[in-house]
């Protein structure tokens, strides 16, 4: 098999996509609970909570300097491994570009001001809405950054002559069909995600033994909100599967194994496909269910692959991509769940026991692992398109040699700024958990 330089793009954008996308998550997703934990301290005048607020601020520092390192990076391949989209693309989508730019800079500074104000002001509520503008910057970014995403799947907004743009209107492009629901469904998995990570930590720091009432209050912030947000991430998935059916009905039908299109179509979890006969082996089969995810009843018929021409057919393994997704999701609304309702029916073999923290500590990396899924497979899946029915990726890469010097250099970097977070956040948290009286570092 040989490598092209559209291989080694792909890959060097895959590998930064993916690096970046663990501090960008945990960047939208940590300041909201900053500031839920920073107000109940005050509001309850509760030490505990204002603990919460001030480790979780120093670790956000942290992802936040990450987070800017990568997104530099993924702004720079974009020009450099991708000349010919932004080219054709770059002038519609610089208004997004633009805008998520102004909101992290809104985020950076009253980041910097919240830091530095901890006890300076004579009404302590005023330091949380300095918060105000982190969250919403940090939200806004990820929703900006998600508009050009979404563009790529249902670009509109431009009229295209002899390869290039015209009839420009910015607005209809960052507003189109598939804005809602991408955009709902990062920044929302974000939060959950950003949950979960928390309480993957405070229950860790459980099974070692450190069972206060500190952590008692975070587990029970931070799986509290992650049942909120598990619940709304399975419905915007219903209202995903639903855009896909509409406007992406190839990448619906190559994420299901669906070839005939029928009514009462089954869904398929998990299985071995043999692509050659198109039969499908060792799958559990859910009869009618892929017909209801699309119309809700079972009579709706769902276009398959046999529909579209095989060379714009994506990859088929994005089936195990969207299954391994969807199977997580379902594990972090399942470990939530069992707290939620051992808090209200105060089940002590549940809240009290090891192994409920073992189900909380693997939620953390599960979190994660199901945010890096579905992003391949929405990028996969789009394949072979970069700019559905206008673009394909192949078309829109550079042509030179030298990308494969670049993927190694940037791996190497990735690997040292990962390498230095985790050292980093290590170190914070050992002296953190280390010091014995909460109202020493609330008020020093």
């Known amino acids: 098999m040989t490598y092209d330089a559209v291989f080694y793009s792909r890959m060097l954008t895959s590998v930064t996509l993916g690096f970046h996308i663990i501090f ?15 107000w109940l301290g005050i509001k309850r005048n509760d030490p505990d909570f204002t603990m919460m607020a001030r480790r979780w601020s120093r670790a956000f520092t942290i992802t936040v300097a990450v987070g800017v390192v990568t997104g530099t990076s993924i702004g720079m391949q ?43 002001f004579k009404n302590p509520y005023i330091h949380v809405l300095l918060l105000v503008p982190v969250v919403l910057g940090s939200t806004l970014s990820a929703f900006f950054i998600t508009t050009v995403n979404a ?29 809602p629901t991408k955009g709902a469904h990062v920044i929302n998995t974000a939060f959950l995600t950003s949950a979960f990570i928390i309480a993957c930590g405070v229950a860790w720091g459980m099974l070692k033994g450190r069972v206060t009432p500190y952590a008692k209050k975070a587990l029970k912030l931070t799986l509290s ?42 869904l398929y979890v998990g299985g071995v496909l043999d692509a050659q006969k198109q039969e499908i082996k060792y799958a559990l089969e859910l009869p009618w269910m892929l017909s209801i995810l699309v119309g809700h009843v079972p009579s709706t018929i769902v276009q398959g692959l046999n529909d579209f021409p095989k060379d714009l057919h994506p990859p088929l393994f994005i089936h195990y991509l969207f299954d391994s997704m969807v199977s997580l999701g379902m594990y972090l609304f399942s470990v939530s769940l069992l707290y939620v309702i051992a808090l209200w029916r105060k089940w002590s073999w549940v809240l009290d026991r090891k192994w409920f923290y073992v189900l909380v500590v693997f ?39 030298h990308v494969d010097k670049m993927l190694i250099l940037f791996i190497a970097l990735y690997t040292v ?17 280390a010091t014995p009286d909460a109202t020493i570092e609330v008020h020093k």
Request: no cysteine; aromatic share 14%; charged share 10%.
């Open 78 to 120: 974009l020009n450099l491994l991708w000349p010919t989209f932004m080219k054709v693309a770059g002038q519609i989508i610089a208004l997004p570009l633009f805008m998520e730019t102004f909101a992290f800079f809104v985020e950076a500074i009253f980041l910097g001001i919240y830091l530095y104000t901890w006890n300076r």
């Open 417 to 433: 700024l990962g390498t230095t977070a985790v050292i980093v956040l290590r170190k914070l948290f050992k002296r953190l958990n």
């Open 24 to 38: 960008a998550t945990i960047g939208v997703g940590l300041p909201f609970f900053i500031a839920i934990a920073e």
């Open 151 to 179: 563009f790529m799947n249902a670009p509109q907004g431009f009229a295209l002559e002899n390869g290039v743009l015209t009839n420009l209107d910015p607005l209809a492009a960052m507003f189109n069909p598939a804005t």
């Open 363 to 401: 939620g953390g990396p599960f979190a994660m692992l199901a945010i890096e899924f579905g992003w391949v497979f929405a990028e996969i899946g789009r394949q072979p398109w970069i700019l559905v029915g206008y673009l394909k990726t192949n078309h829109a890469a550079t042509t030179s040699p």
């Open 225 to 266: 909100a992650a049942l909120v947000f598990s619940i709304s991430t399975i419905i915007i998935g219903d209202l995903s599967g639903k855009y896909l059916a509409a406007y992406q009905p190839v990448k619906l039908a190559a994420a299901e194994w669906h070839f005939n299109t029928e009514e009462h179509a089954s």
